[in-house]
């Protein structure tokens, strides 16, 4: 069945440090691929997402590139901020399945 | 416009009782899906309405049910609560099925804190 792997938090940074959540998948057929976010008090927003292979998916600085070779959906930032802090879900829609999250990654950026 | 709302936003259970969780959508979403959150895991896909019917479930009993009304409201239901079904469920809205032109543009509410004691 369809999964997804990401990093293990809490991640703990510095304001303006540069961050990557990494993240894999397993799925059938050709997934879209999604990044949402939880800020503490909120629901899930939907921060990026990328449809195809090399599709490059942005959004308030943060990047991720859907790499089909390495099944991997990396999240990127260059420079952090507090306001950043907050649980990073990686997550797949295959085909007309709904859609599959990963375990969630906290980020905590001290000033 | 208006987001997905939830209620209630907290409720306590005891085991073997039976609740009821409503969801609002957002305005001009026709699909709602119910997802289950446990403590530190990603959300979990419990079952998706498409215009009042069920359309895909995930790995849940059938003690779990829900409804979606004609004006796309819906309600999701446990039966014979058991400690494990403590939880965050969270609803979400969008426009269309899953594997859609809109596939995966869900927009979630801040979700249903369930303790089942």
């Known amino acids: 069945g369809d999964s997804v792997t990401q990093m293990e938090g809490p991640v703990t940074l510095s304001e303006e440090a540069f961050l990557t959540i990494n993240c894999t998948y397993t799925?059938?057929?050709?997934?879209?691929l999604f990044w949402y976010v939880q800020y503490p008090g909120e629901g899930l927003q939907l921060l990026l997402k990328a449809t195809k292979a090399d599709d490059k998916g942005s959004n308030k600085g943060f990047e991720a590139t859907y790499r089909k070779e390495t099944t991997s959906f990396h999240l990127e930032k260059g420079s952090v901020q507090v306001s950043d802090s907050a649980v990073y879900f990686c997550?797949?829609?295959?085909?007309?399945?709904?859609?599959?999250f990963g375990s969630g990654t906290r980020l905590q950026v001290q000033p | 416009e208006t987001g997905v709302t939830q209620s209630p936003t907290h409720l306590i259970k005891t085991r073997g009782q039976q609740v009821t969780l409503r969801c609002s959508s957002q305005s001009g979403h026709n699909t709602v899906s119910w997802y289950q959150q446990a403590l530190g895991q990603g959300p979990q896909f419990i079952f998706q309405?498409?215009?009042?019917?069920?359309?895909g479930r995930g790995n849940f009993p059938p003690r779990f049910s829900g409804l979606q009304f004609p004006n796309y409201s819906s309600e999701l239901n446990v039966n014979a609560l058991e400690l494990d079904d403590s939880a965050l469920y969270l609803c979400a809205s969008s426009l269309g099925l899953a594997g859609g032109p809109e596939a995966g543009e869900l927009f979630f509410g801040e979700g249903s804190r369930l303790t089942v004691l």
């Open positions: 309405y498409y215009r009042e019917e069920e359309n």
């Open positions: 799925a059938t057929g050709y997934p879209s």
């Open positions: 997550a797949l829609s295959a085909g007309r399945r709904a859609l599959t």
